[in-house]
């Protein structure tokens, strides 16, 4: 199948016309086109009888939870989910990618101001692949380095606030004398 554009301006501004003012802060904005996004991935992978790839990489997907519950993080497979990012930029460079886009800043392209993904972290993916090998060892935090331990607290925070998504959906067991009433 040949590349589509889908213009969802149209789309996301019926959204945000719909949507209270209370509720459209820049994070519920973002989240949003991520959704819809993903809603029309849906759509033409169920007309074409295909299944949605993600574009996650492990610190992103299992590190820092780097994405939108279902937004960007609802897809049926994760080819590079097991791939920190350099390694994604190891196989990109063997399979000829370009460098343009080897070296192109990440960004989720959900902003207005294009901010790249390190921008809104606050440590890049490198940084991050550290953190996230050295918070599953033992390492003496004691020996860090000041931007070490700056970069190791992101990590852990974002690991922390995004757990909900880096779970499985937790199931609600029925007590028996509740579920025979």
Request: hydrophobic letters at 40%; a negative charge; aromatic letters at 8%.
């Amino acid at each position: 199948m040949d590349g589509v554009t889908v213009d969802l301006t149209p789309v996301f501004e019926s959204l945000q016309s719909a949507l209270p003012d209370a509720i459209q802060d820049g994070l519920t904005l973002a989240n949003s086109r991520s959704r819809l996004r993903m809603l029309t991935l849906y759509a033409f992978s169920t007309h074409h009888r295909m299944l949605v790839a993600g574009t996650g990489n492990k610190v992103e997907d299992f590190g820092v939870g780097f994405y939108t519950k279902y937004g960007d993080g609802g897809v049926d497979l994760s080819p590079i989910a097991d791939l920190k990012k350099s390694e994604v930029y190891v196989l990109a460079k063997a399979m000829g990618i370009s460098d343009e886009i080897i070296q192109a800043p990440p960004t989720d392209g959900l902003w207005n101001d294009n901010r790249s993904d390190e921008s809104q972290i606050g440590a890049t993916y490198d940084e991050l692949e550290w953190a996230m090998a050295f918070n599953a060892g033992k390492g003496d935090e004691q020996a860090l380095e000041p931007r070490q331990r700056e970069v190791l607290s992101i990590f852990r925070k974002f690991n922390r606030i995004n757990r909900h998504k880096m779970s499985p959906i937790p199931v609600c067991i029925i007590p028996e004398p509740i579920r025979n009433g």
